[in-house]
């Protein structure tokens, strides 16, 4: 770690500036970053150029944080950007940059209220990131001026040429000062691009950032062609065939990464999620419980998996694809660390394809098509692996304790027949429909509820905001029983416990199982006896 950060250290910035970068989770500078950060700072102009999603924002952000004399008057940077999205995106980063600098940046874009923007501008602001016409429109009206910036930036070059900036462009540079330092980056450099740069850029210093660097380390890396609907599925059994392995799971989101970990648990996997949303202490629990083996999937976000050590990673899996080439490889990166094998898999729903090429294609991966194990593979599989373990026990002899239950079993039963039934006990879960891992099922008769009652689970809970009142409704609504005859409701944090009357619960779970409330797909189950959330198992 220490030695990460060290690449920030050596650009000289000053501490509040190395603050922000550390709480924004940055642990060294990307290549653009590192190219630019240097140049940057002496005061150059600069043309930029790398790919989307390699942390150009930050690239400009951190030395314009570094010039600006935060005790001045007047806009001091001014960054152009395409579109709303894209400037309110820079102005958060910007405005994360220059926190413990305590600067302002403001976005102002169209499509909305100008007047808060002119009260927003007029209490003073350090940087303003905008789209060029609503720039321009507030220089026109003069609630704007750009007679005291030192530096531009034309963020996303490319695309404001496209959608037809160029002459709003041309007069907001006008209306700055001669002796600024102009900056333009850009993921592409079309023709248009060089002649503005020619135009409004002193001897511009030009920095690429290639983009075949990018390769694929040399791991085994498969696809597996699955519907959203069955990814989980999938996985449950991924996971199965190989025991144990040790699965890093990407999502997208936080909410998919939680419902992923939810579901797993749910099923008997030892699982957890991993977010932003997660404070520094619950990161490094979960991580502990991970490094300690207590868990052996991690389900996280790429946010959250950002600077992740963990060197025992035997899979890491793309629940769901990454966004581009650069997250697939930095993703798989994770796993095949320190000459060990490593595996990395990617769902592709069938809307995906394309998407999967482009990462072939960047990447330069080789990303071969597999066919998901069958439940009877999955089976031999895991019979295959207690076998072994089985073996090792055997061989250590030390079970001296057990002799004489063993002896009690097979008096009067044939002992193929005795194993048989335990290995069907350890097993059995995987006859059911829902392979889940040493899950017994559980009558609804056994789930600890009331007399004449039913004990039910659901994978929803406070976490997702729902009420009792939420649970009570839903239930009453959907599977048509009086509000009154539903008690008991137990809310936790990612899940939930009803009582509902023995005889209408087989109703309930065909009514709520997949069924959506407070927006949300839930699983409903009967409750194991003691609460626990069926983490029998391993
Ligand atoms: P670009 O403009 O090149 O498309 P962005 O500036 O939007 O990329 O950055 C993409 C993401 O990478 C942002 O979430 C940003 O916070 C993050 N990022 C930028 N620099 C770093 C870094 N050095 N380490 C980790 N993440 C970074
Ligand atoms: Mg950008």
């Given at each position: 770690m220490e030695k990460n950060v060290a690449g920030f250290n050596e650009f000289g910035l000053g501490s509040e500036v190395m603050k922000a970068v550390t709480s924004m989770g940055f642990e060294e500078p990307t290549p653009i970053q590192k190219k630019t950060i240097p140049v940057l700072l002496t005061g150059k102009d600069v043309i930029g150029q790398a790919q989307t999603g390699t942390g150009k924002t930050a690239a400009f952000g951190i030395p314009i944080v570094e010039m600006i004399?935060?005790?001045?008057?007047?806009?001091?940077a001014i960054i152009l950007a395409p579109t709303r999205e894209l400037a309110i995106q820079a102005a958060e980063e910007m405005n994360k940059l220059g926190k413990y600098k305590r600067l302002h940046a403001l976005p102002v874009y169209g499509g909305t209220s100008i007047e808060r923007q002119i009260k927003a501008l007029k209490k003073g602001v350090h940087v303003v990131v905008g789209t060029p016409g609503r720039v321009l429109d507030h220089i026109e009206r003069r609630t704007?001026?750009?007679?005291?910036?030192?530096i531009v930036v034309l963020d996303e070059a490319d695309e404001m040429l496209d959608m037809g900036f160029v002459d709003d462009i041309t007069k907001i540079l006008k209306?700055?000062?001669?002796?600024r330092q102009t900056l333009l980056f850009s993921a592409t450099m079309p023709e248009g691009i060089l002649n503005i740069s020619k135009r409004y850029m002193r001897n511009p210093e030009k920095i690429r950032i290639a983009t075949d660097a990018l390769t694929a380390p040399k791991i085994s890396q498969i696809f597996y062609e699955v519907r959203p609907s069955e990814k989980i599925e999938a996985l449950a059994r991924l996971i199965d065939s190989d025991d144990g392995g040790i699965f890093l799971v990407f999502c997208h989101t936080k909410k998919e990464a939680d419902e992923v970990a939810t579901n797993l648990k749910f099923r008997g996997y030892e699982a957890d999620a991993m977010h932003g949303d997660f404070s520094q202490a619950q990161r490094e629990a979960v991580l502990k419980k991970f490094r300690d083996s207590r868990i052996d999937v991690l389900v996280a976000t790429d946010v959250a998996a950002r600077g992740l050590d963990i060197s025992n990673i035997s899979h890491v899996v793309n629940f769901s694809i990454p966004q581009n080439p650069e997250s697939y490889v930095h993703r798989i990166g994770r796993t095949g660390r320190a000459g060990r094998e490593g595996v990395a898999i990617t769902f592709v729903t069938p809307r995906e394809e394309r998407q999967l090429k482009l990462i072939k294609a960047v990447s330069k991966a080789d990303i071969k098509r597999g066919k998901l194990p069958s439940k009877e593979q999955v089976m031999e599989a895991r019979l295959e692996s207690l076998k072994d373990r089985i073996q090792e026990v055997v061989d250590d002899k030390n079970f001296d304790r057990y002799l004489s239950l063993a002896e009690r079993l097979i008096d009067g039963t044939d002992p193929r027949e005795a194993l048989a039934a335990l290995l069907k006990f350890q097993l059995?879960?995987?006859?059911?429909?829902?392979?889940?891992?040493?899950r017994e099922e559980v009558s609804l008769d056994d789930t600890g509820a009331g007399p004449g009652m039913a004990r039910l689970f659901m994978t929803i809970g406070r976490g997702q905001d729902v009420k009792a009142g939420d649970i009570v409704n839903a239930i009453s609504k959907k599977a048509d029983i009086p509000r009154h005859d539903i008690k008991n409701v137990s809310i936790f944090d990612t899940f939930t416990f009803v009582e509902v009357p023995r005889d209408s619960a087989e109703r309930v779970i065909e009514f709520m199982h997949q069924s959506i409330i407070s927006g949300r797909k839930v699983a409903v189950a009967p409750a194991k006896p003691k609460g626990d959330m069926g983490r029998a198992g391993r």
């Open positions: 004399d935060k005790n001045a008057q007047g806009v001091q704007l001026s750009l007679k005291d910036v030192r209306t700055t000062p001669a002796e059995g879960g995987y006859e059911s429909e829902t392979p889940s891992r040493g």
